[in-house]
């Protein structure tokens, strides 16, 4: 499965290894006047993205570009003018599986008997009780890539810190970035994923 990610349209050079979202709590307890506790439940508070980037500094084979290489400075004067723009911007996620990577994955969750099993993934031990990999395993074989789902969100750039150390990434940048969520509809909150 490949990712991209997308910062105000831009595409980011090599996809960060994790992502964490934390969608935050606005719930309220009341005490009650036997000793209990009730709770008051309230819409969720924005959600908050995190993830690390690597800039690399040469054209590396893993990295990819909407166009041609970047040199890190080009995706820090994005960070900064994301930062003091004043104004929220689209972060998007795209996960997409390739036709080789969808057969794979079917083939493992079909119901094949141990030899043909074996024959497509090399393990024989890949009994299967999925509808949705079959639908892989057709749409899978045109050879083309299947988009699975993408994340969707209007945030602004929290926080981010740059990190230099040419003993672990030599002429490389590394970058936490800290995305907060834009409500773009009344009190609307919380993560869109659409498969």
């Not at 050079?13 to 964490?20: D, G, L, N, Q």
């Amino acid at each position: 499965m490949q990712y991209y990610f997308y910062l105000d349209k831009v595409l980011m050079p090599v996809t960060p290894a994790s992502m964490r979202v934390k969608i935050k709590n606005k719930n309220e307890t009341l005490d009650l006047a036997n000793g209990g506790e009730w709770p008051v439940l309230q819409p969720a508070g924005l959600t908050e993205v995190q993830f690390d980037l690597l800039l690399p500094a040469s054209p590396y084979p893993f990295a990819v570009y909407s166009g041609s290489f970047q040199e890190p400075g080009y995706f820090l004067d994005l960070f900064q003018r994301l930062k003091t723009g004043g104004a929220p911007f689209p972060f998007l996620v795209i996960r997409t599986l390739t036709a080789e990577t969808a057969l794979k994955f079917a083939a493992r969750l079909l119901p094949y008997s141990a030899d043909i099993a074996k024959a497509i993934t090399g393990d024989e031990n890949t009994a299967i009780r999925s509808s949705h990999a079959r639908t892989l395993l057709r749409n899978g074989i045109s050879g083309e890539t299947a988009v699975l789902s993408d994340t969707s969100m209007t945030v602004t750039l929290e926080e981010y810190e740059i990190v230099e150390d040419a003993e672990k990434y030599g002429r490389d940048f590394y970058v936490s970035l800290t995305l907060r969520q834009y409500p773009t509809t009344g009190g609307e909150t919380g993560v869109y994923t659409k498969k």
